[in-house]
């Protein structure tokens, strides 16, 4: 008897399988396609780069911020990172340190050189301006795979290469999205373009990015990305340069109180 | 030393400000000869550099204030003049610094290193210049600070003129002190810090001279006395909202006292669908001493709200109001300012003091309600 209990088990499991796989396809392979950029990416150990940010208003205003970057890739844990900021000149030395944690808070330090203080801040301004800008926190920050689920929508031509289009919604908590929409090359999984879509569903920011270089044979960083938010007209153009990668970072270089030190 | 010259030379980095601050004042001052009005000039510059490969980095920052009616606040201050050694685990600052201790809004009770630059703020967050030897460790557990700290800066204050003082004028030609060194007394101070998840965690200890002077009865002579404190500070971060609390016990003279200082912030993030936060803050501050010997905030409550725009400009805008809750004494704070253009900062500040008693120290001030505007081009 107990044989046969196995075998019937065993029948149902063949005949529905299939069709639980079909019908989990597009998730899963929204995800596979996650999980290869992420790992596509991995091992790149730490970097340091140098950004401007060009900020325009509707009227065609602009306004520039110049800041420094450096990322300590973490096993097993989202990223730590520390940005310093030279300009405008009333924020200089002004310096944000920030351990990301995938689907917990992250953990975020700011030195304000005017009070020569170091403050914890909340994490929690996941949808807020980053400096004013058109890039939110959340669109600047460590991405990790568990971040979002995936929904593979389709394969088509983005420029010069070939893109897997996948649909992805926030996991995490304070979002201002709902969902966005990326494109990514099939050959090194650059994120070439993303539709945000806002709490009320409608398309409200896209990013592109371009003039990608590969670095230590293997990772690819845009030279540019642009960010326009359809609903107010303002848009921001980051201008990456000087791209250094395993530059010997070490997690004594992310410590919050050692952003007293830095100039 | 003679080799590394011409690499500080060349990693020298210039940053720092230039201000113009106008202030006017509603009503007459309640002491004879107090100005109404008064235009300032400020200057701060900042010169750093490094070599060793950033094992080793020298600052040098100084404060002038230019000030033609109150000769007490016309001043000049090193704020930094220092060497930074980095040897691993461990960061050796030798010369001048500034630091700052603590978690509060209202009150600084943890902050004790530095003296407070009196006439250039009555918030405590203007400090002068701290001569001390630096050690800070890192460990897995914590971060311990060792200081030692020779020599005593004595606090700022308003000649006759000023505003915002106290009902005597201070007379800082030769003030009092209990230990025999004088202002040449090495005070010590240590502090344990360590996050643990959402909460920051930090214990101090300080034992050397009383930063606050005391006066005695009719005299105009700051008195300082020594201290021994031991304090507490924590922040604890649970979403929308942020936990504070700063306690110390301070044996001093004439008697030994317990002060805190505790509250919370919560954040409403992006209003209306805005861009704007908006902080709402609530600290109340308790000291343990007898009726007369208190400071300002002795059973106070502290109750504000901080807009943040997240506009190109970095507005901000803090309204805050301070209420005795034994007393009634109130005291409103409004503080704004935006950036204009790439290095322009504008900031307008408001005070009004209402109600006070004549036994609350705020009762010098009564008459002091105050805007002042001030321009800065940072470079």
Sequence with gaps: MPKLKYLIIAIIAIAVLPSLVHAQSAEQRGLEIAQAAKSYDKGFTDFTAKMTMTLKNKAGKTSRRNIRIKTLEVEGDGDKSLSIFDEPADVKGTAMLTFSHGLEPDDQWLYLPALKKVKRISSRNKSGPFMGSTFAFEDLGSQEVEKYSYKFLREEACGEWQCYVIERKPEYKHSGYTRQVAWLDKEAYRLVKVDFYDRKKALLKTLVASDFNQYLGHYWRPGKMHMVNHLNGKSTLLEWADYQFQTGLTDRDFRSQALKRLK | ?379
Excluded at chain 2, 40 to 45: A, Q, R
Excluded at chain 2, 244 to 273: C, M, N, W
Excluded at chain 2, 286 to 313: C, H, K, M, P
Aim: net charge negative.
């Design chain 2, 1 to 379: 030393m003679l080799i590394a010259w011409p690499v500080i030379a060349a990693a020298q980095e210039f940053s720092g400000n230039i201000a113009a601050e106008a202030i006017s004042f509603s009503q007459q001052g309640q002491f004879p000869n107090q100005m109404d009005d008064n235009l300032t000039l400020s200057f701060k510059p900042k010169w750093s550099g490094e070599w060793n490969n950033g094992d080793d980095a020298w600052s040098v920052e100084i404060f002038l204030r230019a000030d033609n009616k109150d000769e007490g606040r016309e001043h000049a201050d090193i704020r930094e003049l220092l060497w930074l050694h980095l040897d691993g685990d461990n960061e050796w600052r030798v010369g001048i610094n500034t630091m700052f201790w603590g978690v509060t809004e209202s009150q600084h009770l943890v902050d004790v290193i530095n003296q407070i630059d009196q006439v250039e703020g009555v918030d405590g967050e203007d400090k002068l210049g701290q001569p001390m030897i630096h050690l800070k460790q890192y460990h897995d557990w914590g971060v311990l600070d060792f200081l030692v700290l020779p020599g005593f800066r004595e606090r700022t204050f308003q000649a006759a003129q000023g505003r915002l003082r106290f009902p005597f004028v201070v007379d800082t030609s030769a003030p009092i002190y209990d230990s025999s060194d004088e202002n040449n007394h090495v005070d010590y101070a240590f502090r344990f810090s360590q996050t643990y998840g959402d909460l920051d965690l930090g214990v101090s200890l300080f034992k050397g001279t009383n930063r606050d002077p005391q006066f005695d009865p009719g005299s105009g002579i700051p008195h300082y006395v020594q201290m021994t404190q031991v304090a507490l500070d924590m922040l604890l971060i649970a979403d929308d909202w942020i936990w504070k609390l700063e306690i110390i016990h301070r044996d001093t003279d004439p008697s030994a006292y317990q002060a805190l200082t505790g509250g919370f912030e919560y954040t409403f993030y992006g209003v209306y669908d805005s861009d704007i936060n908006i902080g709402s803050l609530a600290e109340y501050s308790y000291d343990s001493r007898d009726e007369g010997q208190r400071g300002v905030f002795d059973r106070d409550l502290f109750v504000g709200a901080r807009l943040a725009f997240n506009d190109a400009q970095s507005s901000e805008l803090l309204a805050g109001i301070i209420y005795d809750t034994e007393k009634h004494s109130q005291s409103f704070r409004l503080e704004g300012n935006r950036r204009f253009g790439d290095s322009w900062k504008g900031t307008i500040e408001m005070q009004v003091f209402s109600n006070v008693d004549p036994s609350d120290p705020l009762a010098a001030f009564e008459k002091d309600d105050f805007l002042l505007l001030e321009i800065a081009r940072f470079f």
